[in-house]
């Protein structure tokens, strides 16, 4: 699966792509308007996992990400930011890297959750809800 962190921005985005089959990471910027960012997502198999900040503009992506078949997880901003060490605003590439890696996380959890709810028999959704913690 891949997973994709990205930095929303109106004409831009700052992503970072992580293959959690193989470990490779990449990182790029991509422009909104032109059509870059559609042509990338739609070549980006299906069903990878993306993950953006909420943001009141991004309605429109979030909107083609489903549609292409992507899983959407939207982090609040203000818990996002709190949960790391005060750094320069220039640490981007090592802040997208670790939103990669609180991705994976979350996928790891989340089949765990999942798993266990589906062995226990529990109809109970918390274990699910618990597992995403503040995305969605």
């Not at 831009?12 to 870059?36: H, P, R, Y």
């Not at 996380?105 to 109970?124: C, H, K, P, Y």
């Amino acid at each position: 699966m891949k997973i994709v962190g990205c930095d929303f921005h109106p004409r831009w985005q700052q992503i970072a792509v992580f293959d959690s089959d193989t470990g490779e990471t990449n990182e790029g910027k991509l422009m909104n308007g032109d059509g870059e960012a559609e042509r990338f997502y739609g070549d980006l198999s299906a069903p990878s996992l993306v993950g953006i900040e909420a943001c009141g503009n991004s309605q429109w992506f979030i909107e083609l990400l489903e549609g292409l078949g992507h899983e959407v997880w939207i982090g609040d901003a203000a818990q996002i930011r709190a949960s790391y060490v005060r750094k320069q605003k220039t640490d981007r590439r090592q802040d997208l890297l670790e939103l990669l890696a609180e991705l994976d996380r979350q996928v790891d959890e989340l089949d765990q959750s999942v798993s266990a709810a589906f062995r226990m028999g529990s109809r109970n959704p918390k274990p699910l809800t618990h597992a995403l913690g503040s995305f969605r």
